[in-house]
């Protein structure tokens, strides 16, 4: 007798969207209620719209770029320290985690988590900082509305429309991240009077718990900061408490990470529990409920807030301003603004797609900014060297 053939289900994306109908919360936001795309394309046979959207991210050069631009060490410092391609990585990790517990839509917390950075320049906020003062009186710089450019205009796929088409939802979300250090331009936002989805929230609190953390444990590797400069921290107590309930670690680098990831899942899981209890008191039973709520939802709770805020100062001051970091940044941005200076007086020096596009009739500004701000750290500074060093071949 012949065994039975194999039955083979495909999951078509309908039937993906009926499981995110049956079994995400009534305030997550739904594949199939997505506002779509501006230019119409016919819909994937297997992907939801923000799956496809993930991959169309994931495959963009500025996304590759992100393995070779800085979080807080310049990618030539070592090998070991965060990038901004890393990182992504990590928020996509712990904003996944959050998804799952609250029951919202994973798939638009990924693409979110993966593309939240996609618009920063090299050398981190500094270089940012040296583009914004460029840019005085032609439209200004800020990460998140590059990164929204880049999506809409820069990255050249397909032959139907400029940037990647992506939908609403993920458009909205590169707009509107916020964090301590990034402060979106409400006038300019899309959708400016309604609050962010809870998927783009989550993304944005995920985002402080990595790159706290994270650069904690780069601090902490580079030597810049010491095990004993933690001790007097309550939250770092909490978490030696939990570390030692399971007997002592004479290995120091794997004491350091079962501190680390200690640090993270007790942030994580408070974030979990007091945004659950702002759902309840404020009782959140749609999208449109989130949409229309006058502060954000996903937060930490009034404890969890003042225990990370002595991490966070001590993390501003003896590791962000450190001298080590602070030459690296200065370098960065005497680097970027003599670039900068350079292409606006010489853009004959420019790449020939680039220079064309100022001989179009494009503000000279806006693409030398376009320009350096899709460089990565180690290109930019092989850049100044070919422009500004005799010795060197160019």
Not at 91 to 96: H, K, L, N, R, Y
Not at 318 to 337: E, G, I, S, T
Request: charge should be negative; glycine fraction near 4%.
């Amino acid at each position: 007798m012949s065994p039975h053939p194999l039955s083979v289900v495909v999951a078509s994306r309908e039937e993906l969207e009926d499981r995110e109908e049956q079994w995400l919360a009534p305030y997550a936001m739904k594949s199939r209620s997505s506002k779509g795309r501006q230019y119409s394309e016919p819909e994937d046979a297997f992907r939801t719209v923000y799956r496809r959207d993930r991959d169309r991210i994931i495959h963009t050069s500025a996304f590759r770029r992100l393995e070779y631009k800085t979080q807080v060490f310049v990618t030539h410092t070592g090998d070991y320290y965060r990038t901004r391609l890393t990182h992504a990585l990590e928020v996509s990790q712990i904003a996944g985690s959050i998804a799952r517990a609250l029951r919202v839509n994973e798939d638009l917390v990924e693409v979110l988590a993966l593309a939240h950075d996609i618009g920063h320049p090299p050398f981190g906020h500094a270089g940012e900082h040296v583009l914004h003062e460029m840019m005085q009186g032609h439209g200004g710089f800020d990460h998140n509305l590059q990164g929204l450019r880049i999506v809409d205009v820069l990255e050249v796929r397909y032959p139907g429309f400029p940037g990647l088409n992506l939908a609403w939802e993920v458009r909205e979300g590169i707009n509107k991240h916020r964090t301590p250090y990034d402060f979106p331009d409400m006038q300019v936002a899309l959708d400016p009077n309604l609050s962010a989805l809870l998927e783009s929230q989550i993304v944005d609190l995920a985002d402080e718990i990595a790159y706290d953390n994270h650069d904690l444990d780069d601090a902490l590797t580079s030597g810049i900061l010491k095990e004993e400069d933690m001790n007097a921290l309550p939250l770092w107590q909490q978490a030696q408490q939990v570390v030692e309930s399971h007997g002592s670690i004479e290995h120091a680098e794997i004491r350091k990470y079962q501190m680390i990831r200690t640090l993270i899942h007790l942030q994580l899981m408070d974030l979990i529990q007091a945004t659950v209890r702002r759902l309840e008191q404020l009782q959140i039973a749609s999208v449109d409920l989130v949409r229309r709520a006058p502060e954000p939802i996903v937060a930490f709770s009034e404890t969890m807030g003042r225990l990370r805020a002595p991490l966070k100062q001590l993390l501003w001051n003896q590791f962000y301003h450190h001298y080590r970091v602070v030459r690296m940044a200065d370098k960065a941005k005497r680097c970027l603004r003599a670039l900068f200076e350079l292409y606006l007086e010489k853009p004959q020096l420019l790449p020939n797609t680039t220079r064309l596009r100022i001989e179009r009739g494009e503000d000279r500004h806006r693409v030398i900014c376009d320009y350096l701000a899709g460089m990565t750290d180690r290109y930019c500074l092989e850049e100044y060297q070919k422009l500004f060093d005799p010795s060197e071949r160019v």
